[in-house]
T-cell receptor, first 117, second 111 residues
Framework: GAVVSQHPSWVICKSGTSVKIECRSLDFQATTMFWYRQFPKQSLMLMATSNEGSKATYEQGVEKDKFLINHASLTLSTLTVTSAHPEDSSFYICSARDVGLGNQPQHFGDGTRLSIL | QQQVKQSPQSLIVQKGGISIINCAYE??????FPWYQQFPGKGPALLIAIRPDVSEKKEGRFTISFNKSAKQFSLHIMDSQPGDSATYFC??????????FGKGTKLSVKP
């Protein structure tokens, strides 16, 4: 149980394009999903907290107009990297909490490796 | 963003040995302390977690020891196996459901 699916797993695109990453909770409902960014050999840094039906809460230093988050249902959140540039290349990981189990734990997807040329 | 202090950065252990990774936290408002295991190219997977009302939790070969007064907690991997080679992250969780991660420990178990 508690499976989080992330799609795509790897994307390569040209500078200036926008990229959408999907995060789905497959066997549970998630009112809250989290988006992280991870650089090689580094820790996970929280980018934003996504709540179903409301605006996402962004961490300090994260551009909300660049990283658009939509959480339209209890099982789907999307992260769109707009006008992506090479410095946006990274490993993006989402996680979700099961509504029925309180605040913890978070279950993670397998991440999306984004490469901007 | 406040981080949990994790050590060592890397660890090499012989097969069958004990792997020990330590973390120290500062904010006593957090009440959930998980350990995650991450393989290259994959997302973190929850390994084991503890709350401050207990001092130790064991699940199979994995044990968390929690020292509330010292604000430290550690992961012990008994009988370490090559398949345990991965990066391990400690974290602290709060009432909002957020997690703050340590910087990670790369564990290599030699056959």
């Amino acid at each position: 149980g508690a499976v989080v699916s992330q799609h795509p797993s790897w994307v390569i695109c040209k500078s200036g394009t926008s990229v959408k990453i999907e995060c789905r909770s497959l066997d549970f409902q998630a009112t809250t999903m989290f988006w992280y960014r991870q650089f090689p050999k580094q820790s996970l840094m929280l980018m934003a907290t996504s709540n179903e039906g409301s605006k996402a809460t962004y961490e300090q230093g994260v551009e909300k107009d660049k990283f658009l988050i939509n959480h339209a249902s209890l099982t789907l959140s999307t992260l769109t990297v707009t006008s992506a540039h090479p410095e946006d290349s990274s490993f993006y990981i989402c996680s979700a909490r099961d509504v029925g189990l309180g605040n913890q734990p978070q279950h993670f997807g397998d991440g999306t490796r984004l490469s901007i040329l | 963003q406040q981080q949990v202090k994790q050590s060592p950065q890397s660890l090499i252990v012989q097969k069958g040995g004990i792997s020990i990774i330590n973390c120290a936290y500062e904010n006593t408002a957090f009440d959930y302390f998980p350990w995650y295991q991450q393989f290259p190219g994959k997302g973190p997977a929850l390994l084991i977690a503890i709350r401050p009302d207990v001092s130790e939790k064991k699940e199979g070969r994995f044990t968390i020891s929690f020292n509330k007064s010292a604000k430290q907690f550690s992961l012990h991997i008994m009988d370490s196996q090559p398949g345990d080679s991965a990066t391990y992250f400690c974290a602290e969780g709060g009432s909002q459901g957020n997690l703050i991660f340590g910087k990670g420990t790369k564990l290599s178990v030699k056959p």
